[in-house]
C-alpha cells in the first residue's frame, strides 16, 4: 500500500519568512496529492492540492510542488502569518478514487510573531 | 451549503459500552469516507461507503467496527465494546464523486471519543 512520509514534524518560522513542507510517497500510482491545515479543535481543510499532470501549482501566498519521478512533493507558505500556525498533513491517493488518502503524520507550523 | 455534520462532537463511554458516530455529508455528496486519528498522529483512512454500499473497508478493523450509510439519514460508524484503544479523533470527509477530475474530499469537525 501507499506510504507518506512527512518533514519536519515541527516547525518554527518568524513572521514574515517562508515555510516548506516535503512529503515523500511510495505508490507510483497516485496522481492526486491534498494538503490539509488542521487548527486546534477543527477538522482538515483542504488550502491546496495538485494532480499528476501538474509540476507546481499556486494560491496566492502557498504553492505546491511535484516531482512524480521522485516521488514527493512540498508546501510552501511564503510570508508567513500568525495565523498561519497549525498543523499540516500531506495526502497522497489515486485519482479514481481521491476521498481514500494515505496522510503524512503532520507538520506544526509555529510563526512566531 | 452546510458542511460536513458530525455528532456528537465529543463523546465519552465506559469500557464495554457501545459508540455511535454520527456524519452527514454536505449537501449533494454521495460518498462518505471515516478517518480515525489518534493523538499526535496522521489520519488513518477506515472505510468507505455509498449510499447503501460498502466499497471499501479495507482500515476498518475487523471486530467491534462496522459502519453504514442508509438510503436516508446519516452514516453511522459503530464501535461496540469499546476499549481505552478506540480513544482518538473520528473524521467523516465527503466527496460528491468517488472517481474523477474534480473530486475533492470535505472533512467535518470530528467527534472525539474517550474511552473511560
Known amino acids: 500500500g501507499e506510504n507518506v512520509e512527512q518533514h519536519p514534524s515541527t516547525l518554527s518560522v518568524q513572521e514574515g519568512d517562508s515555510a516548506v513542507i516535503k512529503c515523500t510517497y511510495s505508490d507510483s500510482a497516485s496522481n492526486y496529492f491534498p494538503w490539509y491545515k488542521q487548527e486546534l479543535g477543527k477538522g482538515p481543510q483542504l488550502i491546496i492540492d495538485i494532480r499528476s499532470n501538474v509540476g507546481e501549482k499556486k494560491d496566492q501566498r502557498i504553492a505546491v510542488t511535484l516531482n512524480k519521478t521522485a516521488k514527493h512533493f512540498s508546501l510552501h507558505i511564503t510570508e508567513t502569518q500568525p495565523e498561519d500556525s497549525a498543523v499540516y498533513f500531506c495526502?497522497?491517493?489515486?485519482?479514481?478514487?481521491?476521498?481514500?488518502?494515505?496522510f503524512g503524520d503532520g507538520t506544526t507550523l509555529t510563526v512566531k510573531p | 451549503n452546510a458542511g460536513v455534520m458530525q455528532n456528537p462532537r465529543h463523546l465519552v463511554r465506559r469500557r464495554g459500552q457501545e459508540a455511535r458516530l454520527r456524519c452527514s455529508p454536505m449537501k449533494g455528496h454521495s460518498h462518505v469516507y471515516w478517518y480515525r486519528q489518534l493523538p499526535e498522529e496522521g489520519l488513518k483512512f477506515m472505510v468507505y461507503l455509498q449510499k447503501e454500499n460498502i466499497i471499501d473497508e479495507s482500515g476498518m478493523p475487523k471486530e467491534r467496527f462496522s459502519a453504514e450509510f442508509p438510503k436516508e439519514g446519516p452514516s453511522i460508524l459503530r464501535i461496540q465494546q469499546v476499549v481505552r484503544g478506540d480513544s482518538a479523533a473520528y473524521f467523516c470527509a465527503s466527496s460528491p464523486l468517488g472517481t474523477g477530475m474534480n473530486t475533492e474530499a470535505f472533512f467535518g469537525q470530528g467527534t472525539r471519543l474517550t474511552v473511560v
Open positions: 495526502a497522497a491517493s489515486r485519482d479514481t478514487n481521491a476521498g481514500k488518502s494515505t
